[in-house]
């Protein structure tokens, strides 16, 4: 059994779209009705479209409060949810994630693109270097990280990390692998 973190507030790092795969979408609603159910609070990128308006969606129904933030140069082409919590515009990506970082207590990574991996190899960066030591999740949907993970192990193997990567990152297949280590 997992033991327990002092979980607050958890950040979720995901697309500004869904995807190909219905199951993205799925997880990340249920992922959000799991947030809720653990009264949890959620810092995301601020956007109302793909996954990420899914998560603020899914949690709010339940009843969690959101933290949305987002530079100035999204507010529009990551067409920013109105109905939030709350919303913090910022000047630029890097203060949005340092906030992120210092908002939570733990992320957790769904599907996504470039920016979606910017945020996981940042905050992988931060914790390695002991900038912070929030635990990071990878919702492995439908195996979408599987190709990710593999060369992260490959990095591993070929002597390029200072810690074990299981020291680094919990993998999940489903949203409900998350829940016990968030009780």
Same mark, same amino acid.
């Given at each position: 059994?997992?033991?327990?973190?002092?979980?607050?507030?958890?950040?979720?790092?995901?697309?500004?779209?869904?995807?190909?795969?219905?199951?993205?979408?799925?997880?990340?609603?249920?992922?959000?009705?799991?947030?809720?159910?653990?009264?949890?609070?959620?810092?995301?990128?601020?956007?109302?479209?793909?996954?990420?308006?899914?998560? =603020?969606?899914?949690? @709010?129904? $339940? !009843?969690?409060?959101? &933290?949305?933030?987002?530079? /100035?140069? *999204?507010?529009?082409?990551?067409?920013?949810?109105?109905?939030?919590?709350?919303?913090?515009?910022?000047?630029?990506?890097?203060?949005?994630?340092?906030?992120?970082?210092?908002?939570?207590? =733990?992320?957790?990574? @769904?599907? $996504? !693109?470039?920016?979606? &991996?910017?945020?996981?190899? /940042?905050? *992988?960066?931060?914790?390695?270097?002991?900038?912070?030591?929030?635990?990071?999740?990878?919702?492995?949907?439908?195996?979408?990280?599987?190709?990710?993970?593999?060369?992260?192990?490959?990095?591993?193997?070929?002597?390029?990390?200072?810690?074990?990567?299981?020291?680094?990152?919990?993998?999940?297949?489903?949203?409900?692998?998350?829940?016990?280590?968030?009780?």
């Amino acid at each position: 059994m997992p033991h327990k973190m002092e979980i607050k507030c958890i950040a979720v790092f995901c697309g500004s779209k869904t995807g190909k795969n219905p199951l993205f979408a799925q997880h990340t609603v249920e992922l959000g009705q799991l947030i809720a159910a653990h009264k949890l609070k959620v810092v995301y990128g601020g956007g109302h479209a793909g996954l990420m308006g899914l998560i =603020a969606d899914s949690a @709010l129904a $339940g !009843g969690s409060a959101v &933290l949305g933030i987002i530079p /100035e140069l *999204l507010m529009e082409w990551e067409t920013y949810h109105r109905g939030i919590t709350e919303l913090r515009t910022v000047a630029d990506m890097h203060v949005r994630k340092k906030m992120m970082y210092e908002h939570c207590d =733990a992320a957790v990574i @769904l599907p $996504g !693109g470039f920016g979606t &991996l910017d945020e996981l190899f /940042e905050m *992988l960066t931060w914790n390695q270097l002991k900038i912070h030591d929030k635990r990071i999740f990878i919702l492995n949907t439908g195996g979408f990280y599987d190709h990710l993970l593999a060369h992260l192990r490959q990095l591993e193997t070929e002597g390029f990390l200072y810690d074990r990567l299981e020291d680094r990152i919990t993998i999940c297949a489903t949203p409900a692998d998350l829940a016990p280590y968030l009780r």
